[in-house]
């Protein structure tokens, strides 16, 4: 029985539709994804699963006593106190039977020292609560507790910090932690994966694979859905459609899906191009006309078949000023303080030319300071930052500190270059801004739109030496795409701050890993890097045998899925070929009928019956193509 069902939900805005008949089903201890582009009702959609928003029309059915958690992706209001007195609290029960045993067991001391012995309808109260502390969990409850907390990036000591003091990331990260340690059916996570580093994703993921709740979360984070989704919804123009597999499996399914609605597409115009054009030809005779009319009507009857169309997403262009020299940046023993702390210590590093460098570490590790110190945005308190020959460097800020609140997108872009105010507002569009979006006020703009406008106005410097701080913040996953395919062809030096692993896995082909003030650096690609620390994590207490056993099993999933990928693919062929003979065939069949139809072979009547023989077959033949096409359909839904 599934655990939430919906049934035809819609909800609209005003004259603004957002979902529109919006059907699923999640069953117990699934995960799943959900994606689309941004503003295509991701989040509203949550919020309506969540309570939090009701529906125009239709259904949400939850199986009776599900416990629901829900994490929004606007900053909320946290309760004060501790961070511990934040996290103690899904697990209040537990803490409770504890002071009831530290109580009880005062008082069982207390009988013993006035009576000599306890009494035993105290010991029988003792032991059943000390059964149900243990069916609770209770002797792993601390550790459970530190295990969230530590996993999700917190230290110790931020356990005794009032979260009034805790940055919006860090009560974002409080906030899931608190998620992850009640006793739920159904976590609802909306963009999770946002002001966590590298090592807390890996954490999480593993955290949702393993928790026995059902799980449905919006990320635009590709990697993270490959770790721990086995379904994707995918939200489009309205309406949803469910892929089994990941998210891979989805993008797999997808390019399937668009190439057959291609050749759909192309199949039903070239049909109706020979109709139209045996309509337009049509002799002026009785009987031609009356097959003229009877093919018009079929040619009304005719669905429209619309030709398939790539999600919407901006347009990047970056400017490029030439080679530089070989040696691109150069550190020399460099160190950064703000305040007294310690940032980066004793930093000596080079890079060359085309090296196109991820950066990564732990959330304050330094990686935005090393780029400012690049970009010449800040001074080292010791050591020398040099550039090399010709290096002009262009730099995507994280912050968008470029970006002044009080200007319009069109005053940002007219004061950051040369173009008068139509060539400014055709800039724009190409980033998505079009109408009067182009007099916003920077301040009002969304998270993924200040990150758009960010781009743009990167675009119109031109440099070899480009510095990107978490470019892919808030964007949606067309938009990544775009980024990805333009920095994939980038001819100058690339250095990235990302937490985006799918984003990085492409491009890097060197990785600076910033840690505790220091820096290590692996000579190859990102790919690698995460192989590695994978199989460091993988190593401490598997024996050999067990070693053996799950590289044996990830083979013959490999081998299974590529069995089912190429069954698929022959399927798919099959129904390319047979559509081809279906066209053929009705061709033969619509010649058939007009040469019988043509009065110049009455006369011959042994030729009457040949050409009446061959149309049977051939509409026989029809029928027995169409029955294999459907069959076929029905295997690849």
């Known amino acids: 029985m599934p655990l939430l069902t919906l049934d035809r939900v819609t909800k609209a805005y005003g004259s603004d539709q957002i979902l529109a008949d919006v059907s699923l089903q999640l069953q117990p201890v699934e995960k799943a994804g959900l994606i689309g582009p941004n503003g295509s009702g991701k989040t509203t959609l949550l919020k309506i699963i969540a309570g939090e928003l009701e529906a125009d029309r239709g259904e949400i059915h939850l199986a009776r006593g599900t416990r629901i958690g829900y994490l929004p992706q606007e900053p909320r209001p946290i309760s004060a106190g501790t961070l ?3 996290l103690e609290h899904p697990l209040s029960h537990i803490f ?8 009880l067991e005062k008082e069982i001391a207390d009988r013993a020292e006035l009576e000599g012995r306890p009494l035993d309808q105290h010991l029988e109260r003792y032991a059943a609560l000390i059964n149900r502390f243990e069916e609770a969990g209770g002797y792993q409850v601390e550790s459970r507790l530190l295990g969230v907390a530590r996993g999700l990036g917190f230290k110790d000591s ?11 990331g860090e009560k974002t990260r409080a906030r899931l932690a608190g998620l992850l340690l009640q006793d739920l059916d159904l976590l609802l996570l909306d963009e999770p994966t946002n002001f966590l580093d590298l090592s807390a994703l890996e954490w999480l993921e593993k955290y949702l694979r393993d928790l026995n709740c059902a799980l449905l979360m919006v990320t635009h984070d590709r990697f993270f859905l490959d770790r721990v989704a086995g379904r994707i919804f995918a939200l489009r123009e309205h309406r949803i459609k469910a892929y089994s597999g990941n998210y891979s499996a989805y993008q797999e399914q997808l390019a399937l899906e668009r190439l057959s609605s291609e050749r759909e597409y192309r199949r039903v115009q070239r049909i109706k191009d020979r109709e139209e054009r045996l309509v337009r030809e049509a002799r002026a005779d009785e ?24 999600d919407q997403s901006f347009k990047l262009r970056l400017g490029y000023s030439g080679r530089s020299g070989r040696q691109v940046v150069i550190f020399d023993r460099v160190s950064k303080k703000f305040d007294g702390n310690t940032i980066l210590a004793d930093l000596s590093f080079e890079i060359s030319w085309g090296d196109r ?3 990564v570490g732990p959330n304050g590790a330094g990686k935005s300071t090393l780029l400012k ?10 050591g020398a930052v040099r550039l090399g020959p010709s290096v002009r460097v262009t730099y995507f800020a994280q912050e968008q500190e470029q970006l002044e609140s009080n200007r319009t997108l069109l005053e940002t872009i007219t004061a950051a270059s040369d173009l008068d105010l139509k060539e400014a507002r055709n800039h724009l569009g190409r980033y998505l801004f079009k109408g009067d979006d182009v007099f916003k006020r920077v301040g009002d703009l969304s998270g993924g739109e200040k990150n758009r406008l960010a781009l743009a106005r990167l675009a119109l410097g031109s440099g070899n030496c480009l510095l990107m701080d978490e470019p892919t913040s808030h964007l949606d996953l067309p938009a990544l795409e775009e980024i990805e395919n333009v920095l994939a062809f980038y001819p100058g030096t690339l250095i990235i701050v990302s937490h985006d692993r799918y984003f990085l896995k492409g491009l890097a082909n060197r990785v600076f890993e910033l840690d505790s003030e220091t820096m290590r650096i692996y000579n190859y690609s990102f790919d690698q890097y995460l192989a590695q620390k994978e199989s460091l994590r993988s190593q401490p207490g598997k024996s050999g045998d067990e070693k053996q056993e799950e590289k044996r099993r ?3 999933e490999h081998s299974r899925r590529h069995a089912e990928q190429k069954n698929r693919r022959r399927l798919k062929d099959e129904q390319v070929r047979l559509e081809e003979e279906i066209s053929k065939t009705e061709a033969e069949i619509s010649r058939l009928e ?5 009065p110049a072979h009455y006369g011959d009547h042994s030729e009457l019956a040949e050409l009446g023989s061959r149309l049977d077959e051939a509409k026989s033949s029809l029928s027995e193509l169409l029955h294999y096409w459907e069959e076929i359909a029905g295997r690849l839904e």
């Open 84 to 86: 511990r007195v934040h």
């Open 96 to 103: 409770d039977m504890k002071k009831e045993m530290a109580a």
């Open 158 to 168: 931020d356990l005794d910090r009032d979260l009034s003091s805790f940055s919006g």
């Open 287 to 310: 009987r031609s006309k009356r097959q003229a009319r009877s093919r018009q009507k079929r040619l009304d009857k005719f669905e429209a078949v619309e030709r398939p169309q790539a």
């Open 357 to 359: 460098i991820a950066l």
């Open 373 to 382: 110190l690049i970009s010449g945005a800040l001074e080292p308190t010791a």
């Open 554 to 556: 990830k083979q013959q």
């Open 594 to 598: 007009e040469t019988l139809a043509n």
